[in-house]
């Protein structure tokens, strides 16, 4: 059943994408990385990052997607839960040069403040630099987890941990893994 619903999501995802708005993030070699992003105003409360950086209403954040097909795709033969957090955090942590590096290429550089995600795979995030925080909206936070259902039965997932922003400033985003030019 679920290489099933995998084949389905395959096929859909293209759909998805084009009308998502979203663009990839490519890596050195021009391939595409696990990272989707679009530009976005963030509707939250306020919040204070790590770093000392205040994300306001309206302020213009990068959304970031991973691209769950091809990640599920990629880890359709590990079982264990424990690798497949391992796998994926390694997946990401070599991803993010490549989204600092589009991010300072951004023609809106200047006014991005930063990055911004919601995920349920949030373990291990903060030592890629993230901020960890949670959806104050109960409503909104409970859609997202509904949402993130089908990804969870698909992954195989035992772990359903509770969806959460992760934020992190462009200031930390480059300075953390901005390749040098």
Do not use: C
């Not at 595409?32 to 939250?44: E, I, N, P, Q, W």
């Not at 306020?46 to 000392?52: A, P």
């Not at 490549?98 to 200047?110: D, E, G, Q, S, W």
């Amino acid at each position: 059943m679920k290489s099933y619903l995998l084949g389905v999501w395959n096929t859909l995802d293209p759909l998805y994408y084009s009308f998502s708005r979203l663009k990839y993030v490519k890596d050195l070699e021009k391939n595409r990385t696990l990272f989707r992003v679009r530009l976005t105003r963030y509707k939250g409360r306020s919040t204070v990052l790590k770093d000392g950086t205040v994300i306001h209403k309206n302020d213009l954040l990068l959304k970031i997607h991973l691209h769950n097909v091809k990640i599920m795709n990629e880890l359709y033969a590990v079982t264990s839960d424990t690798r497949r957090a391992v796998y994926i955090y390694h997946m990401v942590k070599r991803a993010m040069p490549m989204l600092a590096k589009y991010v300072k290429n951004h023609y809106r550089y200047n006014d991005i403040k930063g990055i911004i995600g919601i995920t349920s795979l949030h373990n291990g995030s903060k030592r890629l630099g993230f901020d960890n925080i949670t959806i104050p909206n109960p409503v909104y936070r409970t859609y997202k987890q509904m949402t993130f259902t089908p990804i969870n039965y698909i992954a195989s997932s035992s772990r359903h941990e509770e969806p959460m922003y992760l934020f992190m400033s462009k200031d930390e985003l480059v300075n953390r893994y901005g390749l040098e030019d």
